[in-house]
């Protein structure tokens, strides 16, 4: 599992994930990242660098929609949640996320 191409596993997921869900109007997704144990390093300086995956998981079939991986040394994981919510294309549901992503500027 290490060696595979994150790229190309998030799209063969995301279109298979797109099969099986059944997202309604009034649902609720919920969408968070998790640092993957084992990829902290460079502990000694403020801006630590791990592997964070981020996943959107929607609640009532308790299945995930959309998953994404970012460098958090290299990015932000701002940009990646927006890239996820506009792949899922969809309107009428509920996005529940962490206080990071309440920004005053305006996505372009």
């Given at each position: 599992m290490q060696s595979i191409d994150f790229k190309n596993f998030a799209i063969v997921f995301f279109e298979w994930s797109q099969s099986y869900s059944d997202i309604e109007i009034g649902d609720w997704l919920n969408i968070d990242g998790k640092a993957i144990k084992g990829t902290f390093d460079k502990t000694d300086i403020n801006r630590q660098h791990f592997i964070n995956l981020i996943s959107i998981f929607?609640?009532?079939?308790?299945?995930?929609l959309s998953v994404g991986k970012i460098e958090n040394s290299k990015e932000s994981e701002i940009p990646m949640v927006r890239e996820l919510i506009?792949?899922?294309?969809?309107?009428?549901?509920v996005f529940t996320i962490d206080a990071l992503h309440c920004q005053k500027k305006q996505p372009k």
């Open positions: 929607a609640e009532k079939t308790g299945t995930v506009e792949k899922l294309d969809i309107k009428g549901v």
